[in-house]
């Protein structure tokens, strides 16, 4: 099983980011998906989550309106749409596939930093 994301990086305040998260080892199709963020000194935290159709989604109040998820099946993909990044918005990012019954699978984490 492996969740690979990539898209992190540096961005000035305002700017956006794309995450992906490239899946395999398992049916991706039957599991929710979720992105988390961990900031220096903090717990992790739940981002947005998206069902296993895509048909439903979830967001942290901190990024509604800001933040979108999606995934695409076909591909093993999830993605977060990251649009008026803030400066607390730097973390590091994991992808996370879960599923009632199953294991947790997390990949490793990519960097995001929003700073001028």
């Known amino acids: 099983v492996q969740l690979v994301e990539s898209g992190g990086g540096l961005v000035q305040p305002g700017g956006s980011l794309r995450l992906s998260c490239a899946a395999s080892?398992?049916?991706?199709?039957?599991?929710?998906m979720n992105w988390y963020r961990q900031a220096p000194g903090k717990e992790r935290e739940l981002v947005a989550a998206?069902?296993?159709?895509?048909?439903?989604?979830n967001y942290a109040d901190s990024v509604k309106g800001r933040f979108t998820i999606s995934r695409d099946n076909a591909k093993n993909t999830v993605y977060l749409q990251m649009n008026s990044l803030k400066p607390e918005d730097t973390a590091v990012y994991y992808c996370?596939?879960?599923?009632?019954?199953?294991?947790?699978?997390w990949g490793q984490g990519t960097q995001v930093t929003v700073s001028s």
């Open positions: 996370n596939a879960n599923r009632v019954g199953s294991y947790d699978y």
């Open positions: 080892g398992f049916t991706f199709s039957r599991y929710v």
């Open positions: 998206i069902s296993s159709t895509g048909g439903s989604t």
